[in-house]
């Protein structure tokens, strides 16, 4: 296997490794994809500064010229934002893109297919992919269920994106052998909202616990991912009755307009941007900004032990 042949570390990524400093990853789906230009791009430098405030070293992913950019530079992350012929790239398309070298946005999957081939152990997105709604008659599953239960990445999410349905997505993970810890909460977070009604096995009360745990996995080998569930801030959250009545427009919306496959989740998201008049997208950067940081204090407390 010649993935040297493909990968490109940023240099300043690449000796935080090699010293065992901490390194988040971060997809680029949510720059091309989630955010409107040039929103994106203050995002962007915005979520890099968090996670250097805690002492880790950013390492945002992207397909760009058919190399993997493990950690992007100012040039890269305008392509990435100005999303000008920019796919969305999960792990089917993930060696079209590499051999075509055409420009790609890394999914929570691919993400997780990136970081593990560089060796970095944490991953901080918005929140994961999952089983969409009416998916046990539309088999419309995330490939990021699949991810998780076979790639050793620890990945920090403020839940499901509440488009989907959360029940099945759990036991689909439960099915996987995928470990889902709280980050200080018993209830699996529903992205937009702090609270699923859906409880959660295992809550851990910091991220120094966390780390623990992902540093044990990592000694038995053990072959699939970890997904932490860090609820959004308070202050950001939006109420999860009301989001479920713009969910339901928005799906109908979806579904008058004949939208499927991978188009359904960046439709649904920026319908319901538009349906809360901006208030989703709000919530959206806080909860990534907070996802940052808390996969920051994991992996600095990884280092440390």
Sequence with gaps: ??????????????????????????????LSHGMPYPQNLGFAAQVEAVIREEGAVPATIALIGGKIKVGL??????????????????????????????TGATTVASTMMCAAMAGIKLFATGGIGGVHRGGELSMDISADLQELGNTPVAVVCAGAKQILDIGRTLEYLETMGVPVIGNGTDEFPAFYCRNSGYKLDYAAKDETEIARIVKTSTELGLKGGMLIGNPCPAEYAQDFKEMEKVIDQALADAEKAGVRGKQIT????????????????????????NNARCAA??????AAL
């Design 73 to 102: 530079s100012e040039k890269d992350l305008e392509v990435m934002c100005r999303a000008e012929n920019v796919g969305k790239v999960s792990r089917r398309d993930f060696a079209i893109y590499l051999a075509e070298k055409k």
């Design 266 to 289: 960046p439709f649904l998201l920026a319908r319901i941007v538009e349906l809360t008049g901006g208030e989703s997208l709000a919530t959206n950067i806080q909860l990534a900004l």
């Design 297 to 302: 204090k994991i992996a600095s407390a990884l």
């Design 1 to 30: 296997m010649d993935l040297n042949k493909y990968l490109d570390i940023k240099p300043e990524v690449k000796q935080a490794l090699n010293e065992g400093r901490p390194v988040v990853a971060l997809e680029s789906t949510i």
